[in-house]
């Protein structure tokens, strides 16, 4: 298991053949091109609902005819992700406070300009599972002892920070140092997300998302065999539960496929 943020993308090799290249990115960070991924890969996993093109499109509008107006909407909206953002703008050489999220949004784009496969890995809504996941959630984050605890987020956040120093890497050569201050940011506002919901509750999510990985790649097998290779970008500090979940090798669940047209897209 690599080091919680190391910067490596790291492969998953399934035993039915073929791999997962899990990319650790940062929310709302553009990455420089020396952290963006080199392997070759044949189709593109999110760990969303594919509802989120049509948020990312309303984004690009809404950032087009004022920009900075998402960063401004989420620093106002408090909680952890609030704090991540105020936060992070101070970091120098990070480029950051960019919706839609940059590096989910330009390997989709890449995809769809080279009419590569896209599964979308979060269920829709009308999965009762799901549902039943989600009410799930709604209801630990709900809990009056979370929402007690919200009052207290920011003295969460600092003692979450400093506990998070301590797992910082060093970035690539070439790339500035400030992206590990950056990445600790990043882990502070996953954690506290996390914490709200619960660890039972975050990992039945991380098992269904496992299994439906898992089914995306026997998809690509179909096409490419032994030698597909998935792509999974990521939110760096969920790398490592998310390896953990794909080891348990949950069984196969086949999503649809979102075959991907180019609409004029082009990838930044």
Known sequence: MPARLDWADHVWEDPDGGRILLHGVLPT?????????????????LLESPDVV????????????SPGINLSHGMISG???????????????????????????RLHRNAVRHHRPVFFIEP??????????????????????????MVSIGG??????????????????????????????????????????GPDVCHSRNQRFAARLR??????????????????????????????ALNALPKQEKISLNTTSSQSLEEE
């Open 29 to 45: 960070v553009v990455y420089p091109r020396l952290m963006r991924p080199r392997d070759s890969w044949n189709g593109l996993a």
């Open 54 to 65: 049509d948020l990312w499109i309303q984004e690009e509008k809404d950032e087009a005819e």
């Open 79 to 105: 909680g952890a992700f609030g704090i991540f953002l105020d936060e992070i703008s101070m970091v120098e050489d990070v480029s950051s406070g960019r919706f839609p999220d940059p590096e989910p949004r």
């Open 124 to 149: 829709t809504a009308d999965d009762e599972q799901w549902s039943e996941h989600l009410t799930r959630e709604a209801k630990a984050a709900s809990h009056w002892r979370k929402l007690l605890g």
């Open 156 to 197: 969460k956040w600092r003692k979450r920070v400093k506990k998070n120093i301590f797992d910082a890497q060093k970035p690539p050569k070439g790339v500035s140092s400030n992206f590990g201050s950056a990445a600790v940011l990043s882990a502070t506002w996953w954690d506290l997300s996390e914490w709200l919901v």
């Open 215 to 244: 089914g995306a790649l026997a998809t690509l097998r179909d096409q490419h065999g032994a030698d597909a290779v998935l792509l999974l970008p990521l939110y760096l500090p969920h790398r490592n539960d998310m390896l953990d």
